[in-house]
Structure formats: C-alpha cells, structure tokens
C-alpha cells in the first residue's frame, strides 16, 4: 500500500518543484515548436512539440500523486469537477497572479512598455477566465 | 459611446498580422490615458479604442475564434464603455511581493468605492465600480470604475480654467493627483454634454466637500 503524502515533508515540496519545472519546459518547448513550425522546419518542429507534449503528461502525473493533499496552486482539494473548477476560479485569485499590475509597473519605470502592457492584459484576463468558470459552476449547480 | 460588436473585430488569425502594429499604436496612444495615485494605485482611462484592444487580446488569449463566446466577451466588454456622459477606467493595485498582496490586498479592501474626480473647489464625482470583484476579506488587484456626470459637474469639467484632481479618499488609503493636461484635453473631448438630470445621479456624486475631509496633495497616509 503507497505511502500517503503529507504536506511540508520534502517529497511534497520536491512534486510541486518538478510540477514548475515540468511547466516551464512544456511552455519553453511548445514556443520552439511554434518557432520552428513557422521557419518551415516541420520535422524538428514536430520532434519540439512532441517533447513538449511529454513534459505536459510528467505535470500531469505530478499533480496526480499531489491531488490527496490539495492543489498546490490554491490549497484545495482535487476531486469532483465542481472542486477542479472552484481551485481554477481561486487560482486567478492567486496572489502570483494579483502581482500583475506590480509587474506592470515595475516594468514601465525600467521602460519596458510592451512587456507592462502584456502583464496589463494578463491581469485583465482574469475577468473574462473567472467569468466563464463562474458560468459552468452555476450550470452544474443546476437550476 | 457607440458599442463594440463582432464586425469590429478581426479573426485571431488575420490579427496576428497586424497586431505588432496595433499593439504599438494602442501603447503609444495610452501613454497618455495614465495616472498614478500614489505607490499603489494607477488608473487607466478608458475609451472605445483601448477597450476595443483589450478585446481583441482578450480573444486571442483564450482562442476563441467563434460562436457565442465571443458575443458573450463583447457584451462583457460593453458594460465597461462609457456612455456620453460618462468617463470610464480601470483601477489597479500595485503590489508586487506575496507580503505586499497579504498586507495591501486586505488593507485596501473596498477601495472601488474610494475613488472621486474632484472639480474646482466644491464639486466632486464618485466612481462606482461597474461589478463587484475581490473576495470576502480581501481587494481584487484590477477594477473596472465609471464616472457618471449630472448637468452641473459635466458643465464645471469643461471650463478651461478648472482644475481638475483624481483622489483616493480610503481609510487606509488617501492620495490627490492633478489630472496632467494631455490628459485633460482628451477626456474632455470625449466626455459629451449629455444632459442626464441631477435628481438621475444623485446618488453618486457629493457636491460640496469640507476642506478637511480632502485628501492632501502629495502627502497620502498609505
């Protein structure tokens, strides 16, 4: 019988560092795809995308063996879809995600407007993303 | 304000080719569109432009490239337009560590109902946010506000000579900022002389302040 993974030992720390990780290079790779795709290099293209898509299912496996003890992003637990979909409404919520604004900020005064502007629309997302969530909520709820 | 609608967009992939141009456009003319309220407030003013923008990237982030999706995120959109006599913006807060979100998120809660136009000595127009947003105990980090105009306000924001002033009237919170003219000029361009009744918008605006109760200029408590 697998041993039931508690929070704070290192094994836990260690699943949510290899689940950023995992992310990452899925994010990094699925980019190179992209780049290579559009250079008319469909091989290597396929071969980066293919990567990226194992990457994708090593995070999923990890998130697997952290869901008994809560989604590591929000601190609730993983189970019906009900649940899945209130972390993912908690999620924008984040404080990650809040800093945004922050960001943006922060990058204006070094005189980075594009990158300000791209953390202005990612923290506008949010809306739209919590809206549409908060829709499906309502429609499992049920009339 | 006439409304967005799905004949003003452009497929996400005839986007993409003009996008960069857009972008650079869009960033540029909003450059002046800005103001900061202290370290942890900055607002944007809104038009049909800017929000037009924001939808387009808001569609392209989520890949939706048809059906009622998309009808839905333009009716989101429009309920942020400002109508004639209206002026639209988005509040952010400025946090950028975890303890900053812990400590400024919940200190600043409620701060959508804390921001107001000053104009000249005794008028003043409470924003009032166009939806709740932040959980029970704590701010969201973006907010979507509307400044509604009666007859007497919207006649004193045009004078030339008026000075005009955005303030944060918080209890944790109390900053004054001086409209920059660039600024100025524009919102007052686009804020028309619709002729809503006072008695219509009572409820948002105070008329007279007490010197007292004015926020200090430069010198916020945060």
Redesign the interface.
Same mark, same amino acid.
């Given at each position: 019988m697998p041993r039931k993974l508690k929070r704070s030992t290192e094994t836990w720390k260690n699943l949510i560092e290899a689940l950023v990780i995992e992310s990452l290079a899925r994010t990094r790779l699925e980019y190179l795809a992209q780049k290579a795709r559009l250079e008319g290099d469909v091989e290597p293209g396929r071969a980066l995308a293919e990567a990226a898509g194992s990457h994708a299912r090593g995070g999923l496996e990890l998130l697997e063996l952290l869901k008994d003890v809560g989604d590591p992003f929000v601190d609730t637990l993983l189970g019906s879809t009900k649940q899945t979909i209130d972390a993912a409404i908690r999620a924008d919520?984040h404080?990650?995600v %809040?800093?945004?604004?922050?960001?943006? +900020?922060?990058a204006r005064d070094e005189g980075y407007?594009?990158v300000a502007?791209w953390f202005?629309? %990612?923290?506008?997302?949010?809306?739209? +993303?919590t809206?549409?969530l908060k829709r499906m909520m309502e429609k499992l709820a049920g009339p | 304000m006439k409304k967005l609608s799905r004949s003003d967009l452009k497929p996400n992939d005839e986007y993409e080719r003009t996008r960069a141009a857009f972008?650079a456009f869009?960033?540029q003319a909003?450059?002046s569109r800005r103001m900061v309220l202290g370290p942890r407030l900055?607002v944007?003013f809104e038009n049909r432009r800017t929000l037009h923008y924001?939808l387009q990237?808001?569609l392209r982030?989520?890949g939706i490239t048809e059906g009622p999706?998309i009808d839905?995120?333009v009716a989101?959109f429009n309920t942020l337009l400002p109508a004639s006599h209206e002026m639209a913006a988005?509040l952010?807060?400025?946090?950028?560590?975890?303890a900053?979100?812990?400590e400024w998120?919940t200190k600043l809660k409620n701060i959508e109902n804390c921001i107001a136009l000053s104009i000249g000595d005794s008028i003043n127009v409470r924003a009032f946010p166009v939806e709740a947003?932040g959980?029970d105990d704590r701010t969201?980090?973006?907010h979507?506000l509307k400044f509604r105009f009666p007859d007497t306000a919207l006649d004193a924001f045009h004078r030339k000579k008026v000075a005009v002033r955005l303030f944060a009237d918080h209890a944790n919170y109390r900053f004054i900022a001086e409209m920059p003219p660039a600024l100025l000029a524009e919102i007052r361009s686009e804020v028309g002389r619709g002729r809503k009744s006072d008695e219509e918008v009572r409820d948002t605006i105070s008329l007279k302040i007490q010197p007292e109760d004015r926020p200090h200029d430069g010198k916020g408590k945060s």
């Open positions: 919520t404080r990650g %809040l800093r945004y604004p922050g960001f943006a +900020r922060m407007d594009e502007e202005e629309v %990612l923290a506008r997302l949010e809306r739209s +993303r809206s549409e | 972008r869009v960033i909003k450059m900055h944007v924001a990237e808001i982030l989520r999706a839905d995120e989101r988005t952010f807060v400025e946090i950028t560590t975890p900053q979100g812990d998120l947003r959980l969201a980090s973006v979507y």
